[in-house]
């Protein structure tokens, strides 16, 4: 964050719909908000232990800001809040739902990610589109 401010979204690199929801946002995200890195990256893994959380720990999507982070369903809904519309909208639709009813829902899919969409070898990284959005080390 020293020569960047942008929020960095970590995601789960290995994940199928994890690197479907990176495609997603990227196309959403025209402006440039948001950068990326992979949970099971040299920078996810210090980016998590700036957090407070374990550099192991790939169970949640998490969204750091510089002075905060926030993970589960949190995270995508401010991610959501930012990107192109109609996302603002419906981002909007879920914050009144109470916190433990909208994780439960994360943590049904997050759960069961890998046996419904599988997992591919290696992590998703820049195609040369959007070199200025992926931190890697």
Request: aromatic letters at 10%; a positive charge.
């Amino acid at each position: 964050f020293a020569t960047d401010s942008r929020p960095v979204i970590l995601f789960d690199g290995v994940c199928n719909l994890c690197n479907n929801g990176v495609n997603f946002m990227l196309d959403n995200d025209p402006s440039g908000v948001y950068r990326l890195a992979a949970l099971q990256s040299p920078a996810g893994r210090r980016l998590l232990q700036r957090c407070g959380r374990s550099p192991d720990d790939i169970s949640s999507i998490v969204l750091v800001e510089r002075d905060s982070h926030y993970i589960r369903s949190e995270a995508i809904l401010r991610i959501g809040w930012k990107l192109r519309v109609p996302l603002p909208l419906l981002a909007a639709f879920g914050f009144p739902v109470p916190l433990p009813l909208r994780d439960a829902f994360y943590d049904s899919v997050a759960n069961n990610r890998y046996n419904f969409f599988g997992r591919t070898d290696s992590c998703r990284v820049d195609d040369g589109r959007f070199k200025d959005r992926f931190i890697i080390n």
